[in-house]
């Protein structure tokens, strides 16, 4: 019999019917990607599968473990299972760790959990055994380390070292690189791949995006609605998509729109000019943030502006909406000086990554959108601002009927479109969009980009796209800045850069960018080399 | 965390400073004659300038408020005008009643909110948790001097365990004095932990929702285990804001308490001091009062640093 074996599993909250008849197994040193949307249940598969599960839940079929029925077991006997056969690894490596222990005492208590009797020293070991083949050297990363000096990778390496520390057998792994950069999150995934290989364990992988898990399953199972679609061997899978749903899938996965290799000259809406910002840091030291950056958005232009977290695109970002001084440099806004007048701010907008987080909870959707009327001197009367708000939603794909709603009764996908209303409202000549797609499923993803492509030629309208990962920007700009340490390292017309990188850091960004036509990984020499720390 | 700890003492210091001239403005120059006031409206007008010259009152107000200020750091507060003992020495005998009676207090509130609070969140919607929070709720809602006569009835009167009343001084020993405390600190402690446990019970409800729990509970802890290695310290972080100012609140405010059985203590010295418009000693009082509060609150922020790692960090933030 396989390691995994979920026979039948039907999982229900609360008389909900979250999973329906779920049947999937996983061999020793196989890894088994669940793919699907948010509230799919493949996060939910997996819960069921280590059983930590919200109150409320009922299941039914089986889930068969090493031979052994663990669904039968009671939690005490589950706590067991959980210490020596199961790790986990979850999605978001900054809250995961407890903030007040050290590292390694929390890797030395999974340790001690799973097995009792080993004395202090050897628990030590094990633990400095298990950070060090995660790739945090005990030099480096002593075990006295507390979490917050790392960063989210870093953590995430944490996590998984908590779990291979009790040597389970089968390892689940719930969107483990979603919440990462896109180079760390290369590097996560290679190492679980690795670590599968020389322990011989099972992975049970669980994504939203079909081209993170493409290069690394050995067998592909996607879901929609609680119910598997359609499941097979990654070897073909792609040659053979039977179902609707795994088609559009992987369509999203390598998504296309035309491209221009000739940008047109425009004037100019937004220009940067020797831009430069520092933080002190102490007394003093500085930390350079923004280091001497110019550039030129045109009107109708599309600009991405791709770095790592760090690279100081956040600061530049909120540089430009006047939300923080610099030190040298200019900005110019439709010609014109910007220090965060406020007759200025009517030509750029701004939509923000959260969904949830960027609306106040408690305002209904039309006044949410006419917002940024506060900020005219002149804004229009109440009728021709409500008749303002409902073209707007209708542009977005919404309707004049949400105008009385408020923002939790919308889907991420959704609120984003109110976020993008919100910023069209005042006619902007440009609009920044600061990792604006980066919390949606790729399916939502896709259309928000389309919806914005489709904006750019009704209205005429700039965007600057920033964003830690190189495909969702390949699609939708004409040029594209590369940033690393303050400074922009290569700029380009978007097409030549991503055939024809010149800088290291962007040839090392566009490596790192999952891609589900080219498989990389599945090269097991490659593999071996491949770790580097983070 | 050398600089934080500098940081903290030097806002304490300005904190303190500003404290002692709105004490002074208010007491000694806004208008109104102090002297005339503490003599009060039988005093005659040749009574009131020999009090006016006692108390310095015909010097300015600058060097009024230095000398009052550098008599306070080097020890000397002054005479009280009613008492006529130096106001030092006032202050240090009620302190000594206040201060233990404070703290016995908070031990009691702590040691009955944090597990209250704790059980009720682990056992979140069952008879328990409802029982206990409807207690708490209880115990907020019941004025204390109420349940401190209650218990007066029970424990002196019908039970005999307690004297009602009065303090038999440190002298008497460490054992009597506790005993003599025992029932005003329950009475002091038990609005207060109705408080606290309900801040407790949030507070871990909060912490058990977190990330790091979950990964807790991967390792294979149970939720139980889970709480008490991973929530608890978490947990207490909000708890210890609490704490902190209970602690200022009961320091002053057990003014009732003190009434009640006749414990010399600070709060009543204050309220006795402005029935008897000794202004010199509520002026001090206040100013002791104040110190307190701060320095507590620093203390606090000490803790902090302790529970917290990320506090430790050198720099912003």
């Not at chain 1, 589950?78 to 056969?85: F, I, L, P, W």
């Not at chain 1, 030549?496 to 010149?502: F, G, K």
């Not at chain 2, 003492?9 to 120059?29: G, K, N, Q, R």
């Not at chain 2, 209250?116 to 919607?125: D, F, L, T, Y």
């Amino acid at each position: 019999m396989s390691l995994l074996e979920i026979q039948d599993l039907s999982l229900s909250i609360h008389g909900t019917t979250i999973l329906e008849k779920v049947n999937l197994s996983i061999e020793k040193g196989q890894v088994v990607a669940i793919v699907g949307e948010s509230g799919s249940g493949k996060s939910m598969t997996s819960s069921a599968v280590i059983r930590l599960l919200p109150e409320g839940t009922v299941t039914s079929g089986a889930i068969w473990l090493n031979d052994e029925n663990i669904s039968e077991k009671s939690e005490k006997e589950m706590c067991a299972v959980r210490a020596n056969e199961i790790g986990m690894v979850f999605q978001e490596p900054m809250t995961a760790l407890n903030p007040v222990e050290t590292i390694g005492a929390q890797v030395m208590e999974a340790i001690r959990i799973s097995e009792p009797g080993l004395g202090r020293a050897e628990v030590r070991e094990r633990a400095e055994l298990a950070l060090h083949r995660v790739g945090l050297d005990n030099q480096r990363f002593p075990l006295n380390t507390y979490p917050h000096k790392l960063s989210g990778g870093q953590r995430q390496r944490v996590v998984i070292a908590i779990a291979i520390s009790q040597n389970p057998a089968l390892l689940i792994a719930d969107e483990p690189t979603t919440a990462l950069d896109v180079t760390a999150q290369a590097k996560i995934m290679t190492l679980l791949k690795k670590l599968v290989d020389q322990d011989k364990m099972g992975l049970l992988l669980i994504s939203h995006d079909l081209a993170v898990v493409a290069d690394i399953a050995d067998h592909i199972v996607i879901m929609k609605d609680g119910q598997v679609v359609e499941q097979g061997p990654r070897e073909g899978f792609f040659e053979n998509m039977k179902h609707e749903y795994t088609k559009m899938l992987f369509a999203a996965a390598h998504h296309k729109l035309q491209q221009k290799f000739v940008v047109e000259e425009t004037d100019p809406v937004l220009e940067i000019r020797g831009l430069s910002k520092d933080y002190k840091i102490g007394r003093k030291e500085k930390l350079q943030a923004v280091n001497d950056v110019s550039f030129t958005i045109g009107r109708g232009e599309n600009i991405g502006l791709v770095g790592e977290s760090g690279c100081g695109k956040s600061t530049l970002t909120r540089c430009i909406l006047g939300l923080e001084d610099f030190q040298k440099g200019e900005i110019l806004i439709a010609g014109q000086k910007f220090n965060g007048e406020r007759r200025l701010r009517r030509h750029i907008n701004v939509v923000f990554q959260d969904p949830y987080g960027s609306f106040n909870p408690r305002h209904k959707v039309g006044r949410l959108v006419a917002e940024p009327y506060y900020a005219l001197d002149d804004p229009p009367n109440e009728d021709e601002k409500k008749q303002k708000v409902v073209e707007m939603l209708e542009h977005v794909g919404l309707s004049a009927s949400d105008i009385d709603k408020y923002p939790h009764e919308f889907s991420g996908g959704q609120r984003q479109r109110i976020a993008i209303a919100r910023a069209l409202i005042t006619e902007p000549d440009i609009i920044l969009l600061d990792e604006a797609t980066s919390a949606l499923d790729v399916l939502i993803r896709d259309q928000i980009l389309e919806l914005l492509a489709r904006l750019t030629s009704v209205f005429g309208i700039s965007y600057l796209f920033v964003s830690h990962d190189l495909t969702t920007v390949k699609n939708i700009t004409d040029r594209v800045l590369v940033m690393k340490d303050g400074v922009i390292v290569e700029e380009g017309i978007t097409a030549e850069v991503y055939q024809n990188p010149r800088h290291p850091y962007t040839k090392a960004l566009l490596e790192a960018s999952p891609d589900i036509t080219k498989s990389k990984i599945n090269n097991k020499e490659q593999l071996n080399d491949n770790i580097f720390q983070h | 965390m050398a600089h934080y700890i500098l940081k903290r003492l030097l806002s304490l210091v300005i904190t303190l400073l500003v404290a002692t001239i709105i004490i002074f403005l208010i007491i000694e120059v806004v208008p109104g004659d102090p002297a005339a006031y503490m003599m009060g409206l039988s005093g005659s007008s040749e009574a009131a300038d020999a009090l006016r010259i006692e108390l310095g009152l015909d010097k300015g107000a600058l060097e009024r408020y230095f000398s009052w200020v550098g008599g306070m750091l080097s020890g000397d507060f002054g005479i009280s005008y009613t008492y006529r003992v130096p106001v030092s020495q006032l202050i240090g005998e009620r302190t000594l009643v206040s201060v233990p009676l404070t703290v016995y207090a908070l031990i009691l509130s702590t040691l009955i909110a944090v597990p209250v609070g704790v059980i009720s969140a682990s056992r979140r919607g069952s008879i328990v948790d409802t029982s206990l929070m409807g207690m708490a709720q209880v115990g907020v809602a019941i004025p204390n001097f109420w349940f401190a006569i209650l218990m007066v009835l029970v424990f002196s009167t019908s039970l005999g365990w307690f004297s009602a009343v009065g303090f038999p001084g440190w002298d008497a020993g460490f054992w009597p004095c506790i005993k003599a405390l025992t029932i005003p600190a329950v009475s002091l402690a038990l609005p207060q932990a109705a408080i606290l446990a309900r801040v407790m019970r949030s507070s871990v409800l909060e912490v058990m929702q977190e990330d790091y729990i979950r990964t807790a509970r991967a390792k294979g802890l149970s939720r139980r285990q889970a709480l008490i290695r991973h929530g608890l310290r978490n947990a207490m972080i909000p708890v210890l804001t609490i704490l902190g100012l209970q602690f200022s609140f009961l320091l002053a405010g057990g003014i009732i308490i003190e009434s009640i059985f006749s414990l010399p203590g600070l709060g009543r010295l204050v309220f006795q001091s402005i029935a008897q418009r000794d202004l010199i000693v509520v002026k001090s009082i206040v100013t002791l009062l104040v110190l307190a509060v701060v320095l507590i609150t620093f203390l606090v922020d000490l803790i902090y640093v302790l529970v917290d790692p990320r506090l430790r960090e050198e720099g912003r933030g």
